[in-house]
């Protein structure tokens, strides 16, 4: 198995690492540096960007799916797609929100804000299984440090 999510440790990428590799780094390193996010949803995607001058991202969406990005923008040089769906903003749930209240999240953040993304086709499965009522009552409140 190989640790897809894109990291930088020293200026130096981790994407890819295996799992021996990732233990004997996870050995040397300073416990007080190490942080994980765990996640069991292999379809997402987190995407960092940077507000620009106006406090813009570089993309645009209409509930929840992002269907516009801006040329040039930290959204687009980050990767962000067309066609996937917001699931979460520093990690905080926003599925189920309105758009007023996912851009309310995205404007309370500072500079820099992780979205996680997810492509339409599995989104669209996700929810069908999921059930409107249960999807209005997901916790979105944001998350804390233990």
Wanted: aromatic fraction near 8%; glycine fraction near 6%; charge should be positive.
């Amino acid at each position: 198995k190989q640790w897809y999510q894109r990291r930088v440790r020293d200026g130096e990428s981790v994407a890819g690492w295996n799992k021996k590799k990732t233990i004997e780094f996870l050995k040397k390193a300073d416990a007080s540096q190490i942080r994980f996010a765990v996640r069991d949803r292999p379809f997402e995607r987190t995407i960092t960007c940077v507000k620009d001058s106006h406090g813009h991202i570089g993309f645009q969406f209409k509930k929840g799916k992002i269907n516009a990005i801006v040329k040039d923008s930290s959204a687009a040089r980050n990767g962000m797609l067309t066609d996937h769906f917001i699931t979460e903003i520093d990690g905080q749930n926003v599925v189920g929100m309105s758009d007023d209240k996912i851009l309310k999240v995205i404007k309370s953040k500072e500079r820099t804000v992780t979205v996680t993304v997810m492509p339409e086709f599995v989104y669209d499965h996700m929810v069908k299984h999921l059930g409107k009522s249960l999807k209005k009552h997901m916790d979105h409140s944001e998350p804390t440090e233990l």
